[in-house]
């Protein structure tokens, strides 16, 4: 590991040093900087070439002059890993946060990670369930999936994570999640916020946390989440382990992404964000999935802020390209009062049909929860035109509808912080009733044969 | 006799020839002292990485290298191949999965696991197996570029045809059937020409045909909005642009499925892992409605996720034009879905901006449409050179950023294709499946394709679409009205159009994918369903004249049984006694009154 030291810094921009008249530096090679005040910094390269190499430094480029030393290590950055990362926390840079003692590795992990060759994928079909009916009826999580929370500034999106993360359980079965929980750039409080949630709980043994928070070097935040899949991979497919990863804020990472592509001079693309922030955001999100013959899994929410509550904003925009679905979070429901405020309708699960049904669920899960949403769409819908046209003009269906809209807000979407609610006697039997305000012969996604054994008023027995 | 080993002394100097790495940035690799010509294969740096020339500069070239670069070093070697980017063509291909540069993935599980690592190298072809080789041409006979020399049974449903490689011709001096492996000799030619089963071909290049004709039949997909509004050609291109968790994938597996094609390419370009997998899981399961065999058997698949190397995504679509070129040269119907397209167009914009390029809109490189529009033309219903007809469908699903059609990759493509089948995130969110907005979607092929309609399905087949589509923008005019005053306001003819109108959007456009019967209708049935909806107007408008009032006609039992219906196996039988059934419930509505 011991190399030359460089004192050959010609320029500092940004975040990046560059230096020239090095012997052949490898790409993507780990870079320590020793400044002339003794304070070590760290760094990966960039781009290099016999003339010129490029680091990026993580904890920033203050103080670093041209008489600091720059060492390369010989190789990329790794994470130590051991089934001992369970219960600690660590620095955005994968180092002891807790006082505890440095991690004991049983392995150096590459945190750039492989791409998981899809012919060695098995297909996510153990449906999870949350306990919270939004999620659960109309957009099911299934293990092996990334299904992020599109929210915005001011909106309980963490206590929904929490939530989650606290309820989260396959149904008939008693494997737990350990949660693998990535900080980037978030504040104190909101760090706090989580900490304190996952100790209350218990939750926090069966957690490894990454933590960098807003005051933490920007550019550290494009490894932290590097490092929380390494350990989460490790964890699930070394020890079996069934690993729910949540990271927050994925804006954050994406604020650095453009940070160092304007550093670096790069032409920009939509919104001065970079040209491959597509790649790069596929990069973390497609580490999730289960893989052919290994027993753990992971499965990833990431939690990103829409910028203006735009969801054509690039970082939602791309993210959605990539997941599979995504949980909206409304500020209208929101206003409303309504607890977790998850807007159905733009919210997609794309896994869900594979993890619901006989067996999984229950045999009539997807019938209702079409039901729902074309009944729910409709009735929203006419909110609009009541405004205009009020309520006489409406007919008899239309008026169902409109008076449907409101009931699923109230009684089906909101529930409590620490409500769990079944899939089943709760969640679906809940929905049956509430579709008991609108006449059957409306009801046209629901198959005859569902109306005959759920209908609580229409059933045969 | 004296051409052929001088070629190969050649070849061999060049890929003796040497150079270094001078600089690495990302997937693009700068190296020295090799002269290699454009989109020459190198093999970069110890491990022997595989790349691709993209760019000369002075004494540099610049790389695009498929593989993860970090840990490679400058001075590391470079060597020349003498190729230029190819895929094997020959026995095997179908049934395959491969990533984008033809290499097959299950081999790649076997060298290196469930994580793709780098620096290895695997044939697209099985090279050891044997396959049963029966010769069709005999000694003697006169044969030049792309005539069928022989077949082998490739798959259950799919004969391959060995063809002479393009470039070649001559007298065969010998031919033998037997079991060969593809890169034994099964013919030679008088001149010394040998040919086995497997050639190669330049991804890059198109292979060559002797005509395009004009696209006259129609691919038959299933799917009743496609196939009745707004209908592909065999040979023609497609675009389905539409915002994220609007169906773009479901659409496209959908064609892939049961569309009538003899052939399909599959290519999963930049996309999901877990959708690949899916896709990957239930083809294999999947039976081919033509000929009750399983679709795999007729499919080639390339997965290139989104997280695999960027430069391998560029170069996965002309792979997969390329194997599909080639069966449209056996002389086969060849369907190709690129998914998505717009990964496609990122991946050269990612490479454009580590090479610095000027870039053009967006970002992209100004030779964004151009390049979408060298890709589409490879689509086409041919002549080729055996003198057979054969096509390549290809329908390249776009994902605009915000669903904004107005974007570089969707302009440029629609500026291309015939078809556009716009998905709309609006009926998406109603749950209405297919989301293919009836309104803004369009073909270009219905005039060169009625002729067709009219001798194979209906002599009327035209008109009953004309009229099912005058039906979909009159609601679209008063829906606005509605949105003002409410439907009670409207007279009562209008309310019927309404009533008709959403019939078509529920009963007819409305398809679900994942219902065993539901998911595809055959054209005949298509054309059936639309006359039952007309049906219910004729009689209802009938009915109403007489008296009947508006509810009680539209509740009618039939009716609803014929809607309902369509979701159970042999509706097909049944669904004409039910109209008639429904008449007669109609006319009984008169009476009530």
Known sequence: MSGKEYRTITDVKGPLVFLNKTEPVAYGEIVQLRLSNGTMKNGQVLDTSDDQVIVQVFEGTSSVDRQTGVKFLGDVFRLPVSKDLVGRILDGAGRPRDGGPAIVPDEMADIIGAAINPYSRESPESFIQTGISAIDACTSLVRGQKLPIFSAAGLPHNDIALQIARQAKLVGSDDDFVVVFCAMGITAEEYNFFVHDLERTGALENSALFVNLADDPAVERLITPRLALTAAEYLAFEHDYHVLVIYTDMTNYCESLRQIGAAREEVPGRRGYPGYMYTDLAMLYERAGLVKGKKGSITQFPIL???????????????????????????????????????????LSRLMNAGIGDGKTREDHKSVSDQLYAAYAQGKELRGLVAIVGEDALNERDLQLLKFADIFENEFLRQSRDEDRSIGEDTLDLAWNLLTNIDTKYLVRLDQKWIDKYHPTEKKE | MEVIPEKEKEVKKMSEENGLIYRISGPVVTAVGITPRMYEVVRVGDEGLMGEVIELHGDQSVIQVYEETSGIKPGEPVVRTGQTLSVQLGPGLLTQIYDGIQRPLEDLEETMGAFITRGVDADGLDLKKKWEFDATASKGDEVSAGHVIGTVQETETIEHRVMVPPGKSGTIKSIKSGKFDVTQTVCTLDDGTEIAMMQEWPVRTPRPFVRKYAPDVPLITGQRILDFLFPLAKGGTAGIPGPFGSGKTVTQQQLAKWSDAQIVVYIGCGERGNEMTEVLTEFPHLIDPHTGKPLMNRTTMIANTSNMPVAAREASVYTGIT??????????????????????????????????????????????????????????????????????????????????????????????????????????????????????????????LDQWYRDNIASDFPEIRTEISALLQVEAELQEIVQLVGSDALPIDQQLTLEVARMIREFFLQQNAFHDVDTYSNLNLQYTMARAILAFQDEAKKAIAGGADLESVVNVQARTDIMRGRFEEGYEERIEKLVKEMGKQIAATMEEN
């Open chain 2, 323 to 448: 194997i599909a070129e080639y069966f449209r040269d056996m002389g086969y119907d060849v369907a190709l879905m690129a998914d998505s397209t717009s990964r496609w167009a990122e991946a050269m914009r990612e490479i454009s901006s580590r090479l610095e390029e000027m870039p053009g809109e967006e970002g992209y490189p100004a030779y964004l449409s151009s390049r979408l529009a060298e890709f589409y033309e490879r689509a086409g219903r041919v002549q080729t050179l055996a003198g057979d007809d054969g096509s390549v469908s290809v329908i390249g699903a776009v994902s605009p950023p915000g669903g904004d059609i107005s974007e570089p990759v969707s302009q440029g493509t629609l500026r291309i294709v015939k078809v556009f089948w716009g998905l709309d995130a609006g009926l998406a969110r109603q749950r209405h499946f297919p989301a293919i907005n009836w309104l803004s979607s369009y073909s270009l092929y219905p005039q060169a």
């Open chain 1, 305 to 347: 802020t829409m910028p203006g509550d735009d969801i054509t904003h690039p970082i939602p925009d791309l993210s959605g390209y990539i997941t599979e679905g995504q949980i909206v979070i409304s500020r209208e429901l929101h206003q409303k009062g309504i607890y977790p405020p998850i807007n159905v309708l733009p919210s």
